[in-house]
């Protein structure tokens, strides 16, 4: 409404935010998990003068840098080219409460970038302890960019009695801050040992006292890791809003998902205490390559369950899942959606210059175009009132539901009557209360309505036959 939408057919453009940032967060977590354990363990190798130790975790340090810096960056830039297209005014709320937060975020990317390259490049010509230094400065950076980002996530979910008066610090300290940041900074030391496994079952096949070495010092800091993602997720569960309680327990996929992350990181803490702790002999590629994808497998779930328990707002008391504020909600009711949005009244008067008005105008607004009037959208031709109908779609339910495929609409109206379908529309919160509230006028919904009843599916005809009576 304020901004264009993007229309990704089948998927909905916030899927693919979730598949870009999932996808990040594997190598993102790596980013800081693993560095704990790269500079740690060269700081033993220095110790112990294992020179082998050294030259292994040189190696690691090349596939590290390779991996974080040209693989992470660009998925980085790709999280804010995916959530600017498909949530740009959740993204413009986060750029202004944050901005202090995005340039400090800024200064340590550019530190990470700095360290690691020295890190690696002068390995064996900086001093020890300098080498040691640099590396430490590294994972602080890498940290402290994990503290920043994860904050400003965690304000999404919940920010608490948060004003715009109250400023920067106060957003960053909200109720899912630090719970979030503990599960965050245990589950990269979880991952990061992960991907010690994996690369030092490949890459140190026939050198079995350094894999074991490696193996080893890894686990510890991944029971570290497991120790804190779980005191983080509970954390994180007292301090969700009512909103988030009632979507973990009245939601069937949230509820399969829980179960599924429970046993998956029961699992991986198992695997982990059989495996590098107990037998060591265990790091088989077979075995790190399960390991691993059991990880990855618990972080996506985790981040998928973070992300599903917003609604109905993409920012928590400031932006609603269809891309409005909530305070805009009465005006829009009154004066119309399409009314009420610079892209769409624009597009509405370049199409149908006819139901465009200039009387009743807002003194705000735009004169030129004038506003939409309403009963005027009810006299347009079916085929014109269908495509005011699509528009409604787009901006007030395509952010969550696909017309055929995800949560596809078409599907979850089968079979439904006029009646229904406009009842559910004037309805939304109370029908499910993780949908935002409509906020149109009674034409607009009854274009809607139409839109979705060309759309829907017919009842299932084998079903209806011995329904028929009974109906
Ligand atoms: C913030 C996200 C969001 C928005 C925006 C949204 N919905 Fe939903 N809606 C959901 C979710 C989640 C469900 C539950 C889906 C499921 O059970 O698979 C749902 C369920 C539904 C259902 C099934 C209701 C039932 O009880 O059987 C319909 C119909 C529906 N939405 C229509 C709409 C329409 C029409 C709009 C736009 C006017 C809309 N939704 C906007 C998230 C949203």
């Not at 991996?67 to 830039?77: A, E, K, N, P, R």
């Not at 506003?371 to 085929?383: C, S, T, V, W």
């Not at 109206?413 to 499910?432: A, E, K, P, Q, S």
Request: with cysteine.
């Amino acid at each position: 409404m304020h901004y264009p939408f993007w229309y990704v057919p089948g998927l909905t453009s916030p899927m693919w935010i979730a598949i870009v940032a999932v996808i990040h967060v594997y190598v993102a977590m790596y980013a800081v998990g693993g560095a704990v354990l790269l500079v740690f363990q060269t700081r033993l190798a220095y110790k112990t003068r294992d020179k082998e130790y050294l030259d292994y975790l040189r190696r690691h340090t090349w596939f590290f840098l390779l991996l974080t810096v040209v693989y992470g960056s660009l998925l980085g830039i790709g999280i804010w080219w995916t959530i600017g297209l498909a949530s740009p005014l959740a993204t413009e709320e986060l750029i202004h409460i944050f901005v202090l937060g995005w340039a400090m975020e800024y200064v340590t990317f550019i530190l990470e970038i700095l360290a690691i390259f020295i890190f690696f490049y002068y390995w064996g010509r900086l001093s020890e302890s300098d080498h040691l230094k640099t590396g430490w400065i590294y994972a602080g950076a890498a940290f402290g960019s994990l503290v920043i980002i994860t904050a400003i996530t965690a304000f999404q979910l919940n920010a608490g009695n948060w004003r715009p008066e109250n400023g920067f610090w106060a957003a960053m300290f909200n109720p899912q801050a630090i719970p979030q940041i503990a599960a965050r900074t245990g589950g990269s030391l979880l991952l990061g040992a992960l991907y010690f496994f994996l690369h030092s079952s490949l890459f140190l096949g026939n050198h079995e006292r350094l894999r074991t070495r490696v193996g080893r010092q890894s686990a510890n800091w991944a029971m570290i890791g497991a120790a804190l993602t779980i005191i983080g997720g509970f954390a994180w569960l007292l301090n969700l809003p009512a909103s988030g309680e009632a979507a973990l327990v009245g939601a069937a996929v949230l509820n399969v998902l829980m179960t599924i992350i429970f046993l998956l990181t029961a699992g991986v803490v198992i695997m982990m205490y059989f495996g590098p702790i107990r037998n060591p002999k265990w790091l088989t590629p077979g075995f790190t390559i399960l390991f691993f994808g059991a990880g990855l497998a618990a972080t996506g779930t985790g981040e998928f369950i973070r992300e599903a328990v917003r609604k109905p707002y993409i920012v928590h008391n400031r932006v609603l899942g269809n891309q409005i504020r909530p305070d805009e909600i009465p005006q829009l009711r009154n004066t119309g959606y399409l009314n009420g949005g610079v892209w769409t009244r624009a597009y509405i008067s370049h199409k149908f210059p006819q139901v465009m008005t200039t009387e009743g105008n807002e003194p705000q607004s735009d004169t030129r175009i004038g506003q939409i009037d309403g009963e005027k959208l009810l006299n347009l031709p079916a085929e014109d009132r269908r495509l005011i109908g699509q528009t409604i779609f787009m901006y007030h339910c395509n952010d969550c539901h696909a017309v055929e495929g995800y949560s596809s609409v078409a599907q979850l109206t089968r079979g439904w009557n006029d009646d229904m379908i406009y009842n559910l529309v004037l309805n939304l919160d109370r029908f499910h209360y993780f949908m935002p509230p409509w906020s149109g006028t009674d034409a607009e919904a009854l274009l809607l309505t139409e839109y979705i009843q060309e759309i829907n599916h017919p009842y299932p005809a084998g079903l209806q036959q011995g329904l028929e009576e009974a109906r």
